[in-house]
């Protein structure tokens, strides 16, 4: 069966992937207590070895030496559990940037990405729920589901299992030929060469190594880009959000600080779904009531996976801009240099030196909207993909398709070095069986599979 790892050690965020309250990692498996150990200290020192099921420790994430959040580790013994596995469950603050980089740390402790449904799938293996149950809660979840699915790329369902099988075949054809000729020596099979048998397992490389780099580009065009267009008052935020709203959205006006609350609007710029909202500023004041309003628009930012951020060129900077550029500073952001129509004061090289992308524009009249397009593009990965080659959805296939370019570099490897070819043949049979999962064919279970599959990953 596809998913049946459960000497594995699976880990996945298992609350809803928004913006907000408490954001939970889970971590399942063997190893569970044992690679929350590496992410996870306790403020106490204490272990989670040193604490029975159900109960607590207070804490720190971090990857490596690097502090991530504060946490709360919460410990289940097997079989006492969701999953009848061991489980720890850490309990962060939710920004999805926080529970992205928690979740990232967890991996490389050791944990492998969660199937779709696989917890409930490995809580049903263990007994702890049913399979009608499962079902039931696999619909309420498929619910949601659909709606996220309305995605761009709903006409090209079908190109990544084709670009796999593919890719898959000309593996199976390189197999067959190996094993064919080493089988049947006295047969009259044509020696294999090595040349091409390089060259192919080259290409099959290249292939694999696209459908990886283009993974998180994948996922911004499918999912949407949380984007925020920051600056100070005045330099044209609004007027910005509603030409890529094309309509009047948030409200226009000539005093500096309008738009106290944020605005919300999704808007397609390119290809690129952008979740755009309009910030007041980050500029801190002594305001209590405006000041919860900047800790907010501070924490968007950082959880931004864009950045728009505005400047007036019609005016020089002011601390508030350098704040806003120090602020951004190692965030994927755009300089976007506002008002273009308008005589120069800004200083143009403070921006040159801070921002890898600089677009010029007038909001107001449009101007520059296209190398605005073409900058998110380039920012996003996004300017070369192809969504009829397919692209990789999940973190699973991913991860499947890790393994198999694994798989086909030593199978390269083995070819240089001059390696027996049964060495290539294990190699390659090797990648063919992780294009199997990827696809989900090599199911031996189908109907459980057909179940879980169509669950979200943390369920
Ligand atoms: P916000 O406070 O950053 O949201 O700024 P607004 O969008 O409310 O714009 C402030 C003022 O600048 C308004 O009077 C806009 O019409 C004006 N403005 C915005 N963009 C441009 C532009 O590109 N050119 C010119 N000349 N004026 C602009
Ligand atoms: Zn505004």
Request: overall charge negative; proline content about 3%.
């Amino acid at each position: 069966s596809i998913y049946n790892t459960s000497s594995k050690t699976i880990a996945a965020i298992s609350t809803p992937q928004a913006p907000g309250g408490i954001g939970i990692v889970r971590i399942s498996g063997p190893d569970a207590r044992k690679i929350a150990g590496k992410v996870f200290t306790s403020s106490r020192g204490k272990t989670l070895d040193d604490i029975k099921g159900y109960t607590a420790l207070y804490g720190r994430v971090h990857d490596g030496d690097e502090d991530i959040d504060e946490a709360i580790a919460l410990n289940f013994t097997a079989p006492a559990s969701f999953t009848g596995e061991d489980v720890v469950e850490l309990s962060c603050h939710g920004g999805l940037y926080i529970l992205r980089r928690v979740l990232k740390a967890v991996f490389a402790a050791g944990a492998v990405p969660a199937g779709p449904g696989e917890f409930t799938r490995r809580a049903f293996l263990n007994g702890k729920i049913g399979l009608t149950e499962a079902e039931s809660v696999m619909q309420l979840i498929g619910a949601q589901g659909e709606q996220a699915a309305k995605a761009a790329l709903a006409g090209h369902d079908g190109a990544l299992e084709k670009k796999i099988r593919q890719i898959r075949e000309s593996l199976l054809q390189m197999a067959g030929h190996l094993s064919a000729w080493a089988d049947y020596p006295e047969e009259d099979i044509p020696e294999v060469n090595e040349g091409s048998l390089h060259a192919t397992l080259c290409s099959v490389k290249g292939e694999l190594e696209r459908l990886l780099s283009q993974f998180e580009a994948g996922r911004a065009i499918r999912e949407g880009v949380v984007t925020v267009i920051a600056g100070r008052p005045n330099v044209g935020k609004s007027t910005l959000m509603n030409l890529l709203s094309g309509c009047e959205r948030s409200i226009v006006t000539e005093y500096a600080g309008t738009t106290r609350d944020i605005v919300e609007d999704t808007v397609i710029l390119g290809d690129i779904p952008l979740r755009l909202s309009d910030t007041a500023g980050i500029h801190l004041t002594e305001d209590p009531v405006e000041r919860i309003g900047v800790e907010r628009a501070r924490e968007r930012i950082r959880e931004a996976q864009l950045i728009l951020a505005v400047f007036d060129s019609s005016q020089e900077l002011n601390d508030e801009d350098r704040e806003l550029v120090s602020f951004v500073l190692r965030s994927p952001a755009i300089a976007v240099v506002n008002k273009s129509d308008l005589p120069i004061k800004i200083d143009i090289k403070y921006i040159k030196e801070n921002f890898k992308q600089i677009v010029y524009i007038s909001a107001l009249s449009g101007e520059g909207l296209e190398q605005l397009k073409n900058a998110v593009a380039e920012l996003l990965h996004t300017a070369g993909l192809n969504p009829a080659d397919g692209i990789l959805f999940t973190e699973r296939q991913r991860d499947a398709a890790r393994r198999a370019e694994d798989s086909v570099s030593e199978a390269i490897v083995a070819v240089e070095s001059g390696m027996t070819l049964d060495a290539v043949t294990v190699s390659i049979e090797g990648a063919i069986s992780a294009l199997l999962e990827l696809t989900g064919e090599r199911a031996t279970e189908a109907v459980v599979d057909s179940v879980f599959h169509n669950f979200c990953v943390g369920k």
